[in-house]
């Protein structure tokens, strides 16, 4: 109960779009910052972007500014990450995770997370 379930991965060709969903049942999203976080493989699990509670603030890695998007509608108590611009490096099991305190980048910090969706990027 309360697990972060992540939907919306998928193989994609390079410069293709998608758009990954977080939802929970029995937790209020709204409550949390929520973050984005890949891990390809043999890699560490590293930040994507971030975004407050209200949906005000939001903070993306380098890698992603400018091609992903995150956002939330906390009245379906739905994260979602839009991703265009896709390239193969891209490519890894994407995790959607909620943090209490702050709008963190350091994994460390969340104390909730998905178990992931597979996002491949094809050549």
């Known amino acids: 109960q309360g697990q972060l379930v992540e939907s919306g991965g998928g193989l994609v060709q390079s410069g293709g779009s998608l758009r990954l969903s977080c939802t929970a049942s029995?937790?209020?999203?709204?409550?949390?910052?929520m973050g984005w976080f890949l891990q390809a493989p043999g890699k560490e699990r590293e930040f994507v972007a971030a975004?407050?509670?209200?949906?005000?603030?939001?903070d993306y890695a380098d890698s992603v500014k400018g091609r992903f998007t995150i956002s939330r509608d906390n009245a379906k108590n739905m994260v979602y990450l839009q991703m265009n611009s896709l390239k193969p490096e891209d490519t890894a099991v994407y995790y959607c995770?909620?943090?209490?305190?702050?709008?963190?980048?350091?994994?460390?910090?969340?104390?909730?997370w998905g178990q992931g969706t597979q996002v491949t990027v094809s050549s």
């Open positions: 995770a909620a943090a209490t305190l702050g709008i963190p980048t350091n994994k460390l910090a969340y104390n909730y």
């Open positions: 029995g937790r209020t999203l709204s409550s949390y910052t």
């Open positions: 975004i407050g509670r209200s949906g005000l603030i939001t």
